[in-house]
């Protein structure tokens, strides 16, 4: 299987190149596949094809387009455990996390072929009556998406599903570190009976051969789901033309645990989504700012709580390596280590879930997106501003606040800057808009937010009475 070429999907074809890479399995070190290295020859195929089929794809009949994203559902989940596992094998994930990633595939193109029937076109007022004015929405045009490795098949679903509703083509890059479970999931639209070039897979490590796709006038539309500065790298590159961007980036989520919240609900319910995915996640809780008067008992039971987590490997050695730097950084400046903080021997890229006391929101642990199985935990007394401290990032994509007092939650919901907030329990679902403020990215997955992203908003005017 090391040796096994997992080829690229364009113009409705599998096509590989000269020039392969490794994908790495992160839970013992092995090679598990490989992956083609597109070249600046294909990228001209690529673009030309998704073109043409944004032509014949946005020409179809709405029922028809249903038809065939209903079939691709019912396709993707007649393969699910053998995409599951190869899911599973490129990153490393528990068998419930990998289960719930490929599992958006479906709910998404079922969710937005559903949503697409619900887009408005409104009449509007013409206080003269000669004119019948109303909106008209039409698929964007051909749309290219590069994604990330925590969630890969989830982060497909987020782009196939709002802009295959829509009447788009998409050209999807998945990260080199997880490309293989994409690319199966890839060549079923063609059984499904996608047109050619409606969805095209792509692969490669050269971040200057991906230019050349950003910088052509083709795309309309460039989304990411990825770091600011890999975000901020992507806009740049693709403003050598006029386009739309929708992109999810970093994120340094808090969680505020007010004295009136109920302490055994509040750190169970932030470890659990902290160590998911091994902290893989860009909504995963980084800085817990705790009032001192139920401080030692939050530290106390979230302790206990990370006794029965389980976590997975971190994508690479390298990962690892910067989450334990900022572990040992965040010791050297003062913080108390409750538990974890070690890597741990053996195959993989595996490392103890960590939990930090005692930390200071100057520490690069608190200020940094950590990306890692460590939660840090802050004391706030009744003399600090709990939502400056919260704020306290160039960060805004997700926040959790933990009170039993309404007032209390509305307010901080209303004062805190982030995408999205969470009052008593963290929240996500496909019929949710999803997306940062500030450095955390512009634009919404999910919801019917998405789906607007993926058309047009054109006003017509039809004299009707001279």
Partial sequence: MADKIYPMLINGEQRTTAHTFDVINPSTGEVLGKAPEIDEKQIEVVLESAKSGFDSWSAMRAADRKTILLRYAELLEQNRDRIVELLRAETGKPQDNAEYDFDMLATCLRFFVEEAERLDQPVLHDPDG???????RQPLGVCVGLLAWNFPLLNVAYKIGPALAAGCSVILKPSPETP???????????????????????????????????????????????????????????CSSIKHFSVELGGNAPVVVYPDADVVDA????????????????????????????????????????????????????????????????????????????????????????????????????????????????????????????????????????????????????????????????????????????????????????????????????????
Avoid: W
């Fill in 130 to 136: 000669r004119f019948l004015h109303y909106m008209l």
């Fill in 267 to 466: 750190a169970t319910k932030t470890v659990g989504l902290k160590f998911v995915n091994c902290g893989q996640v860009c909504v995963s809780p980084n800085r817990c700012f705790v009032h001192a008067s139920v401080y030692d008992e939050f530290v106390e039971v979230a302790k206990n709580c990370v006794a029965s987590v389980e976590v997975g490997p971190l994508i690479s050695d390298k990962a690892r390596q910067y989450v334990l730097e900022l572990i040992e950084c965040a010791i050297a400046d003062g913080a108390e280590l409750v538990c974890g903080g070690q890597a741990l021997e053996g195959a993989g890229h595996f490392m103890q879930p960590t939990i930090l006391a005692q930390v200071d929101r100057e520490m690069r642990v608190a200020s940094e997106e950590v990306f890692g199985p460590v939660l840090s935990i802050i004391k706030f007394t009744d003399a600090d501003d709990e939502i400056l401290m919260a704020n306290d990032t160039e960060y805004g994509l997700a926040a959790y606040v933990f009170t039993s007092s309404l007032k209390r939650g509305l307010r901080a919901a209303r004062d805190i800057q982030a995408g999205s907030v969470c009052v008593n329990e963290p929240h996500y679902s496909v019929q949710l808009p999803h997306g940062g403020l500030k450095q955390s990215g512009v634009g919404k997955d999910c919801s019917k937010y998405s789906i607007e992203e993926y058309l047009t908003l054109k006003r017509v005017s039809v004299l009707v009475e001279e």
């Fill in 180 to 238: 293989l479970a994409s690319l199966e999931v890839a060549y079923l639209a063609k059984e499904a009976g996608l047109p050619n070039g409606v969805l095209t897979m792509i692969t490669g490590q050269d971040h200057e051969m991906i230019k050349n796709l950003l910088q052509s006038d083709i795309p309309s539309l460039v989304t990411m789901i990825g770091s600011t500065r890999g975000g901020l790298e992507v806009m740049n590159a693709a």
